[in-house]
């Protein structure tokens, strides 16, 4: 998986190279020597080599390059604290830079700069922040679900007064978000107008080239098979984006008519399926790239939109999922993947498809008048059955980023 395939990376020789020696040849210059800190002296321990720090705290064992200490001093002279900035130029950093001393006591690693600068570190923050204390966390805590989990963790729907004028309620709404990829507000005037406000108050609407808001009719008025009254297979939208829209809105304003039910499918639960059965199917899907293109010609709207990326992504230290792109619908032409790799790759995509098409991985949620839906668009995959009638729909599209800043400024990890 990723974390394998790029652990080279990560690699550093824990004692200096002689001149001539091919790289990777290591010579032992001296037995490195473990310090302890007092006066628990199990807690931290540390020893110094060629080009980097050892430091063993708590049940973290750290590599520490030497200019990545300097680099990262939270002094006065190095980081702005105010707008959280860094002053210190990183290219002016002697790359070969070594300390003059190093002293750790039960809190704190104090480094001493051949320039007489000193740089303090907390051990609790480089737990936090260093390559290995990352890899033992996840960026967005999270509950993978199918439709019976959903259901009995019973997870209420926020009410649109609260929603609106109450930080609480706000903060409910948007952990059920980030838990679970999908947040539901009832009581919203079935009205575009009171969408828009409703979406305005956790992020920025994004502008597509379907516009801010948007009604949403089977009147083939745009080049996509959602404006007709079709059942629509699960599947994430903009998929044709270079990043595709990270969270979207919809809100039933009228239906006169049968059917319509909206189908939601937990797309990172299934691919912790495929993960777990089949993990070099995960990983061929998490690294090769397609195209997904949309093309579209009617009345006044011309668009050939393209977007690359591989189905499935994640964050190359820890292997966490983070967005996932599947739209049957918008795939291009596969032209980016080499014939000795296309076959396992069309069966990677059979065993994702076949846990995302379990009938038990389903949630099925019939949209009303008043009721709003928020999906996160990296990670929910949403559809619908065919209908009849009139049924209209609104609804637009978020920047994840704002969203995501809502929440962190209201205390939640996101």
């Not at 300097?70 to 830079?97: E, F, G, M, W």
């Not at 309620?169 to 507000?185: H, M, S």
Request: glycine share 6%; net charge neutral.
């Amino acid at each position: 998986m990723w974390g394998r395939s790029l652990a080279w990376l990560f690699q550093f020789p824990s004692s200096p190279r002689c001149p001539g020696l091919p790289w990777g040849r290591r010579i032992l210059l001296a037995a490195p020597r473990w310090h302890h800190s007092a006066p628990e002296p199990l807690k931290c321990a540390w020893q110094l080599h060629g080009d980097h720090l050892e430091l063993r705290y708590a049940e973290t064992l750290m590599r520490l390059d030497f200019v990545w200490l300097r680099d990262h001093c939270r002094s006065a002279s190095c980081y702005n604290t105010k707008p959280h900035q860094r002053s210190l130029d990183t290219a002016s950093v002697d790359l070969d830079i070594r300390p003059k001393a190093v002293r750790v006591d039960e809190a704190t690693l104090f480094l001493t700069w051949p320039d007489g600068h000193v740089t303090r570190y907390g051990l609790e923050w480089l737990g936090r922040n260093s390559y290995e204390g990352q890899k033992q966390q996840v960026m967005h805590p999270r509950i993978l679900w199918n439709a019976e989990i959903y259901h009995q963790a019973r997870v209420p729907s926020v009410d649109c007064r609260s929603f609106l004028e109450t930080d609480e309620g706000l903060k409910e709404f948007l952990q059920n978000f980030l838990l679970y990829g999908i947040a539901f507000v009832e009581n919203v005037a079935p009205t575009k107008e009171d969408t828009e406000i409703l979406a305005k108050r956790i992020s920025l609407i994004r502008e597509t080239i379907y516009g801010r808001m948007w009604y949403f009719t089977s009147d083939f008025s745009r080049g996509d098979t959602a404006y007709t009254k079709l059942a629509l297979d699960r599947h994430t939208d903009t998929t044709y984006f270079q990043e595709p829209c990270g969270i979207q809105v919809f809100h039933c304003l009228k239906h006169e008519g049968t059917g319509g039910r909206t189908l939601l499918v937990d797309g990172f639960y299934a691919a912790a399926q495929v993960l777990q059965q089949a993990p070099e199917q995960f990983e061929l899907l998490s690294k090769v790239p397609l195209k997904h293109e949309y093309v579209e010609n009617v009345g006044d709207c011309h668009n050939h939109m393209i977007g690359v990326g591989p189905v499935l992504n994640v964050y190359p230290w820890n292997n966490e999922l983070y967005l996932i792109r599947y739209n049957n619908y918008d795939r291009a032409v596969i032209n980016t993947v080499p014939y000795d790799v296309v076959h396992r790759w069309y069966a990677a995509h059979r065993t994702l498809t076949t846990e995302l098409r379990r009938p038990e991985n389903e949630l099925w949620v019939k949209l009303k008048p008043g009721k709003a839906l928020f999906v996160d668009n990296w990670r929910v995959l949403h559809g619908r059955e065919a209908f009849t009638g009139y049924r209209q729909l609104c609804g637009c599209y978020l920047t994840r980023d704002d969203v995501l800043n809502t929440a962190r400024l209201l205390g939640l990890q996101a």
